[in-house]
């Protein structure tokens, strides 16, 4: 069915544009794909301010600030730590604003160090040992096979990629070497490490592929709409 | 009262003061040292040189230096008057000033430091030595300023009688200033025969043959210096001056005072007082020591002989140096307040050197811990210091040193001092002698300080004066460095100039990418638009898929979802695809959804979601509730998962949040069903797996990311962290094909495989192309080795 004239039109068209020029880096770099970024940038820190100040300063500090009383005067508190963020454009006044930086760094990073280590690091060790749960797949011999296949892979995989990354080698005459079995379980290290980097690219690949689907599809169903 | 007049500005100040009012400049006499002497001397200037060459410069022309034995010639001594050290100058003025005024004002007792004033005028003596004059009140009150060979005349001032007010010249402070005197030369030029004897000596003489140093005769003036008492100078009476016969007969017999009338005609009446003190007082320390005069004394001048019999007596005196110095520091006593006023201001120094200038002597003469040379340690004239004792023999040279002036040399000698001062210090440093390494210090060169060394402490820049080392400008390099800075400055000339767009690629590069592209285009856009099968349904299940699948099975109906968005726009089209269908299961399920996003363009990527991939819910009447943005990131989330109410109120319409359906009953965050988060960034699913752990609870967290973030999400659903995982287009079109219900990942699954395979025959392609060359490339090395 062919598009009529409506907003859904304009911004397909627009959206058709912005592909096409986005696309045109193909060939090369040209002022199409640069105003296409450009106005990408733009859209997106103008959308991310509007989204700040609509969704976060404005209900939940201003408003609280002017209409709710004594009971949010503390809310002066981050008002005033956040106004002295503004300080650090100026070289001169840019002391000001480390304490409000260091407040946000240093609860960044304990909120991060601990998630990590409540979160990824113990469960991670946790889900390894159990792996090696050798009664619980007892009765199920193909399981327990799988099973330690899998986790003596997973085991092998760690500790020779953690070899791998192991420098430090003893001094001889001849110069410092390793010994062979960090050589042996440094080479498999790094061929655990290459079969990661050409996952992580599949990954990247495929997601890559699926967005270009997508945006081939759209023009072909935007040009199919104008027809 | 007398005033005292300036010498350096002329103006006349009251009597008594040492400094000048009008200018500041001190008003005592100078001390021993000649205008020139003054002059700054610089490095590698010798200063004895240069002021004897003041001397030479007057030395009549012809006549060379006069050595040990040799009859000086008479010369005219008014030259003489320029080589005067500034000290005679200014005494001798002050001696004729008074002689002027009081011509007939004699004193029987010629023994005061004001000799020359009450002493007859030289044109009445004749033969007196009118700058010899003022040596008598010299030696009384600074006999640092007296040459050595006169310092011996008042070895002990306490001794000397004080002066008769009657014979003080109360207008010897009006010495006017050395530009009014009338020349020196011009006035010796006018009595020619009224020159002393001695003087009469220097004219010149051609016939006189120079006597073996063996024969040397002291000059006769000098022989009746203290220093020859025992022998009376045989030199003819007429040559030697009556004044200095009157001296010499003295010292030969100090206790015979002759009359003064019987010489007062033809010595100053000081000196013949002067005589009978020394006579008394210095001639027990020379009169035995003094070596006994030659007997070839006819063949020397009798000023000369004298000369040497003083510089020996000198020489000798060393020995006696306690006396010496006792004599010669003894101040006078009782007599002081009875010096004349012109006399008052003229303190004798404590010390050498504060307040004189530097001594100008040669190198010779610069150690002074050697035997004979503390009786010329003191100031001397230039011309005078030249006459000091040999160095290589106990006794003192009876000439001066010996020093080869050629006849070129006397234009440079002639040079004023300022005129050399500004010489070039090329010059100067190429007459710069270097100093020895034994040298205590280096000799100053300029300053009050010239010619002393040691007197400074060493220090950087303090004592070397020399110009730096002048090297080479042209630079000594190789071949290759020359060739390495052509190239540095040939890339650094490129890199200013303005090049013009390159064409960075070539056309085969630019063709092979077009090639590319075509074909990759090709491939996606050819089962979008036929609409055609290309790639075979997926065979089997994963096991999180099964997993995936029971879970959203168990949900309940009306149980509340909490579902993140947290995955960028670019991201869309994948990540759409992928949960479309586990979506519209939850929907199909009754359950009420809220929506949180952690990044800004989630709350509007979640309704674009939900308006293009479910929009038959939508229309069916669906309630959902969007929170909107999350800001702080880890602790934002780990604020939601600890307090929900408190951290998110507001709807992203800014209606209160938990007022809505969807989130009716909900306090905490364990209280959803289900937390189902989207994302393409593996970091931030690892964020709310870590943030929410403890708050969670036994909500089952089901994700469905993207292709990207798969290789690090996996192990948190491997290790049972999150119970369902849905991973890219693969994950979609599997539950697509599992509910039966074709949706946006059937549509791209089949461009995706096609692209898929067309790019890993291309990376293929590219892979066997690049072995085939290295092969190629090592085979042709090898055949070329």
């Given at each position: ?7 859904d ?121 159990n ?50 079995l ?10 655990f ?33 104008l027809? | ?34 205008p ?34 040799e ?9 003489l ?119 009469e000596?220097l ?117 006696h ?62 011309w ?78 303090l ?50 990418r077009?090639?590319?592209?075509i ?55 994948e ?51 969007n ?41 905490r ?57 849905v ?12 509910y ?46």
């Amino acid at each position: 069915m062919p598009l009529t004239f409506s907003w859904d039109l304009v911004t397909g068209l627009v959206s058709f544009l912005l592909t096409l020029m986005v696309l045109s880096y193909l060939i090369e770099d040209n002022p199409a794909f640069r105003v296409a970024i450009y106005v990408f940038i733009g859209v997106a820190a103008g959308y991310a301010a509007a989204v700040a100040w609509n969704q976060v300063l404005m209900p939940r500090l201003f408003l609280p600030l002017t209409q709710g009383g004594w009971t949010n005067l503390l809310l002066i508190v981050p008002f005033l730590l956040g106004l002295l963020l503004f300080t650090k454009l100026s070289p001169r006044l840019a002391w000001m604003g480390s304490p409000s930086l260091a407040l946000i760094v240093g609860v960044g990073a304990a909120v991060a160090v601990g998630g990590a280590v409540l979160g990824t690091l113990f469960p991670q060790m946790q889900a390894v040992v159990n792996d090696f749960d050798l009664p619980a797949l007892r009765d199920d011999w193909q399981a327990w096979l799988e099973g330690m296949f899998e986790a003596s892979l997973m085991l092998l995989g760690t500790v020779s990629t953690l070899v791998y990354f192991h420098f430090s080698a003893k001094a001889t005459s001849g110069g410092p070497q390793r010994g062979k079995l960090v050589n042996i379980l440094g080479w498999v290290g790094q061929v655990f490490v290459a079969i990661t980097f050409g996952v992580l690219f599949a990954g990247v690949f495929a997601a890559a592929m699926t967005a270009l689907i997508e945006r081939i599809n759209f023009l072909v169903t935007f040009v199919s709409q104008l027809f | 009262m007398a005033d005292l007049r300036c010498s350096k500005c002329g103006e006349p100040n009251p009597e008594g003061l040492e400094t000048c009012q009008n200018c500041g400049a001190s008003l005592l006499p100078p001390p021993a040292s000649t205008p020139l002497d003054s002059q700054p001397i610089h490095a590698g200037e010798k200063p004895t040189k240069k002021a004897t060459s003041e001397f030479e410069k007057v030395k009549l022309a012809g006549v060379g230096p006069i050595h040990a034995g040799e009859q000086p010639t008479p010369k005219d001594t008014g030259e003489l008057e320029r080589a005067l050290p500034s000290w005679l100058q200014s005494l001798r003025k002050g001696g004729k000033e008074a002689s002027a005024e009081s011509p007939a004002d004699t004193s029987p007792d010629l023994d005061l430091p004001a000799e020359p004033q009450s002493s007859q005028p030289a044109e009445a003596s004749g033969e007196s030595l009118d700058w010899l004059a003022g040596l008598g009140s010299a030696a009384t009150e600074d006999e640092e300023e007296v040459p050595d060979w006169l310092a011996g005349l008042h070895l002990e001032p306490d001794i000397l009688p004080a002066p008769p007010e009657a014979s003080l010249p109360s207008q010897a402070g009006k010495v006017p200033p050395e530009e009014e005197q009338p020349p020196a030369a011009a006035t010796v030029s006018s009595r020619g025969e009224s020159l002393p004897g001695w003087l009469e000596s220097l004219k010149p003489k051609p016939a006189v043959e120079e006597p073996p140093a063996g024969e040397e005769k002291p000059p006769e003036w000098l022989s009746g210096l203290p220093g020859t008492p025992e022998e009376p100078s045989p030199a003819a009476p007429s040559v030697e001056p009556d004044w200095l016969s009157k001296l010499k007969g003295k010292a030969v017999a100090p206790e015979e005072t002759p009359p003064p009338s019987a010489s007062g005609a033809e010595v100053p009446d000081w000196l013949s007082g002067l005589e009978t003190e020394v006579g008394a007082a210095a001639s027990s320390v020379f009169s035995s020591e003094l070596p006994p005069k030659q007997e070839s004394s006819a063949e020397v001048p009798d000023w000369l002989a004298q000369l040497k019999s003083d510089i020996k007596a000198a020489s000798e005196a060393e020995k006696h140096a306690e006396e010496f110095e006792q004599a010669a520091e003894m101040p006078p006593v009782g007599k002081k307040e009875e010096l004349p006023d012109w006399l008052a201001g003229v303190e004798r120094p404590t010390t050498p050197a504060a307040g004189a200038p530097a001594l100008v002597m040669s190198d010779e003469g610069a150690s002074s811990a050697e035997p004979g040379q503390a009786a010329f340690s003191l100031e001397t004239p230039d011309w005078l210091s030249k006459l000091r004792p040999d160095r290589g023999t106990e006794s003192p040279p009876l000439v001066p040193q010996e020093e080869e002036v050629e006849p070129e040399n006397l234009e440079t000698a002639e040079l004023p001092s300022w005129v050399q001062a500004m010489r070039p210090v090329e010059a100067v440093i190429a007459e710069a002698q270097p100093a020895a390494p034994d040298e205590v210090g280096a000799a100053e060169g300029s300053g009050p300080l010239a010619g002393l060394r040691g007197v400074l402490p060493a220090g950087q820049g303090l004592g070397s004066m020399r110009k730096p080392p002048v090297y080479a400008i042209k630079l000594q390099v190789t071949d290759n460095q020359q060739r390495y800075a052509a190239q540095l400055e040939k890339m650094i000339l490129e890199e200013g100039q303005v090049k013009g767009r390159k064409r960075a690629r070539s056309t085969s590069t630019m063709a092979w990418r077009l090639v590319i592209s075509i074909v990759l285009f090709a491939a996606i856009l050819i089962p979008l638009v036929t609409g055609q099968q290309f790639t075979p349904d997926l065979e089997g299940y994963p096991s999180e898929w099964a997993n995936t699948g029971v879970l959203l099975n168990q949900f309940p109906t009306d149980a509340p979802m909490l579902m993140v968005f947290d995955y960028d726009p670019a991201f869309s089209g994948e990540l759409a695809a992928s949960a479309a269908t586990v979506i519209d299961r939850v929907l199909f399920l009754g359950t009420r959804l809220t929506l949180v996003s952690t990044i800004p363009t989630g709350p509007a990527l979640a309704e674009q979601f939900l308006e293009s991939t479910q929009a038959y819910h939508l229309d069916t009447g669906l309630q959902y509730t969007n929170l909107g943005y999350l800001a702080g990131g880890p602790a934002g989330v780990l604020s939601f998962a600890t307090d929900p109410i408190a951290t998110a109120q507001l709807t992203v319409n800014g209606d209160p949040a938990w007022e809505t359906p969807a989130l009716q009953g909900i306090t905490r965050l364990s209280d959803f069903a289900a937390l189902i988060i989207l994302t393409d960034n593996a970091e931030t699913g690892r964020t709310w797996i870590e943030q929410t752990h403890s708050s969670i609870g036994n909500t089952p967290i089901l994700m469905i990311i993207s292709a990207q973030a798969e290789p690090m999400i996996r192990p948190y659903y491997d290790s049972g962290q999150i119970q369902g995982l849905v991973t890219g287009l693969v994950g979609g079109k599997a539950y697509e094909k599992n509910y039966a219900t074709p949706g946006l990942a059937r549509r791209y699954w089949d461009s995706f495989g096609l692209g898929t395979l067309v790019a890993v025959v291309m990376i293929a392609s590219g892979c066997a192309w690049g072995l085939l060359t290295a092969w190629r490339t090592r085979k042709k090395a090898g055949e070329e080795a």
